[in-house]
Each structure stands twice: as C-alpha cells, then as structure tokens.
C-alpha cells in the first residue's frame, strides 16, 4: 500500500527533528523520472537552491537513496551538505546506541555506507553535531580516513561483534535454564513499544513521542494473571526502506524476536498510514523467515499477535475493538485494553503446554522443586509413600523432565 506524500514528508521532518535539526523549509517535489546525475530535474533543483539562499540554510535532506555522484552533484549545486535518508537514519543510530553491541553495529554500517561516499567533499562546511559524521565537518577523524583504513576497520568491528554475539548466545542460553517463555515487542517506530513495555513491566525505558526513542533491545520480566512469569523485549523500531546496510546492524533485535515465544505486533492504529507500516513490519520479518539460514521460522505469523496502540485518540478501546479485525485495542498510554492483554498472552503460553501428572518419592526433593521451579504446579497429593503432582510444562521442559538424573 503506497504511503501519502504528505505522510512521507512528516516522517522525513520526524526524523531529522529528532536529532535537533532544525526544519526551515519543506516541500515535496514529484518526480516524473530519477535523473542519474541529480535525481531531481533542473527546475527543481533551481527551486532549492532558491530556498537554501531564502532561509541561508546548510543542509539538505532528501528522503530517497541517492547514489554517491548524485549526493556529490546536488552538494555542489546548491552549496550545502547534502544527506539521503540513509544517511539520516544511520545519524539517528549513531547517536541513540547505548550497548557495546549496539554501538559497533552503527559503527559497522556507518562505514559502509562512508566508503562510497566522498566524504572529502564536506570539508568546507562548518560543523553542526557529532555523531558518526554525517553531519559533522572539519576536524572529525572520518573526513580524513582512507578506504583502506575504512576496511581495515569494518575486519576489526566485525571480529568485535562476533566476540559480543558469542556472548549473548551464551546469556541466551542461561536464560532458556530459568526457562521462562520470550514475548518480544516489534513495530514500527513510533508505534508505542516503549510506553507499553514500560505499563506491562513497571519498568522506566525511555518513551518518547519521536522516531527511533530507543534503539538497544532490553528485557524485563513480567507476571502473567496466572503467576506465570515471561521475559518482556523490547526492539527497536522498523521503518519502511530501511537501509541495507542497517540490516545487519538490527541482528541483535531480530534475534530476540526469532527465539520469542509469542510476538507482539505493536500498531499505531491512530496513524493514517497504520496499515502500510504494518506491511513494512510484516515484510522485514518475512524476509527474516527466508532461506535456509533463516533466523525466524515460517511460522512466526502463527505466534503473532496485533496490538493496536494509541486507540485513546481515536475514542478509546471500545472504538476501536468494533473493527479490529482480530487486532487487541490498547492504549499504553491509559492503561486501557492492558488487562484483557495480559489474559490473551496468558492464555497464549498456557495453549502450548501440556498438563501431566507424576508420581514423585518424598525422599526426591530435587525432582519435586525442579517441577515447582519450572512448571505451574495444578494439584498435589500427598500419601504415604509417594507424592502425586499435576503440572503444567511446556515442551521443552517435559522432555527436560525426562533426561533428569
């Protein structure tokens, strides 16, 4: 479903505003056809250059990918820093990734993208930010790195994240010993994640109302109606045409979302293009799911369910609910829907378990806590000689049972 110019020029200035640029002129120019040397036609980049010299601006941002001579050209017809939408986001990561991950990921992609691009000629204009340097200016160490160094750097950065990833499989692997079920939060930016973490959890992560809040998936652990406990995650945003070279750079995210046990789709249903960022979503995960060293399953749509956010501004959940299509209306920001969605995911886990009754030796403690600790005790019996438990187990964990000393 094609997004509304309009809405594309709102996310755009969203986008830049939410790294301090300040916006003092927009406008969107249709293109009847991409000029490989400029992208846009003449009359067109006459009528910016003309804004630029109105408003005595710096920088431009266009919001499409262009191609490094295109970048190069436009830079020099209008006497200005140019950046693409790539460049922009990838300012955005730079700036919000706080984990040693996270930070090395950006670096990783900001590389890249820097190698076919020349930087050198940014040279002469005064510098606005930091950052990772698109936005920067004279002074900041990428302007006067070489291509070779550039690879020199991505070797050592991929080396880098290969030592991290290692260690979070191994905190992954701790986590499936507790085991407690993953419900990971996905969405495009914007949609609420956050707000919702946070009302589930108790927790304090960082909400706003802006694109790309938060960037670092983090974890939280909630207790379900039934006094069954999960991990709650939250993941970074998606966003439509998201860079290639931030593909690799969502892989710690997307692996959490691959080992959830339920995801949820989180949708701000309130957005006039909800349904479109919802394809996007879908998308990326789809393409996840493709190949055979995929790192989500085909199935992921099975475990997925719809949570439509922000229905306080369009006259609370009972709106909402009518024509949600299969869809949970919340309002994260109330506290709306939050009960009926703690009951669905409750309801959720308990469908994937099977309920078995044992009988244990009382002279067995280890056996009989292990069941405590890792399964929803439903009865017990006490008789001479012999215990009698019925328990609620996931899979994984009633074939645990069986390999137990």
Known sequence: MPRAAEARLAEAVGLAASIGVT???????????????????EGQVAMVRQALEEQEAKLVVVDAALTPV???????????????????ILEI??????????SLQVELAHLEYQRTRLVRSWTHLERQRGGFGFLGGPGESQIEIDRRLIGERIVKIKRELEQVRRTRGLHRK????VPYPVIALVGYTNAGKSTLFNALTGAAVYAQDQLFAT??????????????NAILSDTVGFISELPTQLIEAFRATLEEVAAA?????????????SIAQRNDV??????????????????????????????????????????????????ALEGEGLDELRAVLDQRL?????????????????????????????????EEGVIHVTVRLSPADRARYDQLA
């Open 215 to 228: 960037l670092d998936p983090t974890m939280r652990q909630i207790t379900l109606p039934s006094g069954r």
């Open 261 to 273: 046990d339920i995801i949820l789709h989180v949708r701000d249903v309130a957005h006039p293009d």
């Open 93 to 102: 990561f730079g700036e919000r990734a706080r984990t040693r991950e996270g």
């Open 23 to 41: 916006i003092v002129h927009s406008a969107i120019h249709p293109l009847r056809q991409r000029r490989p040397s400029t992208l846009l036609g």
């Open 174 to 177: 701790a986590r499936e010993r």
């Open 350 to 382: 308990s469908a994937s378990m099977t309920t078995e009754r044992f009988d244990i030796e009382p002279t067995d403690g280890a056996r009989l806590a292990w069941l405590y600790r890792h399964g929803e005790v439903l009865e017990r019996e006490d």
């Open 70 to 88: 295109q970048q190069r050209n436009l830079e020099r017809e209008w006497g200005a820093k140019v950046i693409d939408r790539t460049g922009l």
């Open 282 to 331: 879908s998308g990326v995960l789809d393409e996840m799911a493709e190949g055979p060293d995929a790192p989500l399953d085909a199935g992921w749509r099975a475990r997925t369910i719809e949570v439509l956010n922000k229905a306080d501004l369009l006259g609370g959940v009972e709106a909402i609910a009518a024509r949600a299509e299969g869809g949970l209306a919340v309002s």
